[in-house]
């Protein structure tokens, strides 16, 4: 069955991941049932996560870095009382408070305090490396290393839910976020600890409100029907701005030349390429003079 013949339509699919799945098991399954020669994933999810993973194919591969650096949103739920070495459920207990009484109004003091630009330790329980190799894997042989804090941006931070146990939130947040991480300094800002029983990824920025599958539901479907779960591949570079050039500029510029004379601008910037068929064909650097050159270009 030729089926990597098929994957004529690069681009990406936002999968709904579920729960208990590392995310490269869910890619390695995609990619099966896509018949894919190339695909990459824009930023894992833990196993306890659900939600969009997109997964990008083929030439999309190319912007796969855009979707990484962008913000995202979730939804994740806080037990108080309880920590563990993962600050999540999957983890062992390190330390327990039995009794205390938080009010909502102390939460929501707190959680101002987690808004904005702060910074954050990234957990031994993540893909970050330490000479190469994931932390979580040395954490796992109870090797621990001294991490620096780096900052982030919690651009919205919203209680949903409350019952003086369990808190709910709705979390909007730069790049680099480790949700579990900002439960657990909640709970130890409140000074009783807490760990992530559910964390939901809703949408990576910039795809908001467009449809997910699960591998059930894309397993279901034919090939044809799979491929057309497919969106194109410059939606992740949505925010970018459109060029348009003509036939002998994309020659030019595929010949790694320099297209002059388009519009100027106050600040270089990285453009979205079309030909005069609409067809995307990558990314350019232009200068302030408007000359554009090949940044990522697409190999069709």
Known sequence: MKTNNLLKQDGILLLNKSVGMTSN????KAKRLLGAKKVGHTGSLDPLATGMLPLCFGEATKVCQFLLDADKCYETTGLLGIKTNTADATGEVTARVERFSISTEQLLDVLMQHTGHI?????????????????YRLAREGVTVERKAREILISDLQLTAFDGIQFSLTVRCSKGTYIRNLVEDIGDALGVGAHVTRLHRVYTAGLENMPMYTLDEIEA??????MACLIPMDKAVDHLEQITLLDDEIVTIRQGRIVTNKVDVEVADCVRLYDERAQFIGLGERNIKGDI????????
């Not at 098991?25 to 390695?28: P, R, S």
């Not at 910074?119 to 994931?134: E, I, W, Y």
């Not at 479907?221 to 799979?226: D, Q, V, W």
């Open 25 to 28: 098991t869910a890619l390695q």
């Open 293 to 300: 050159k090949a940044k990522r270009l697409l190999s069709f």
């Open 221 to 226: 479907m034919s090939m044809s029907e799979r």
């Open 119 to 135: 910074k954050q330790v990234p957990s031994m329980f993540s893909a970050l490396k330490h000479h190469g190799t994931p932390l």
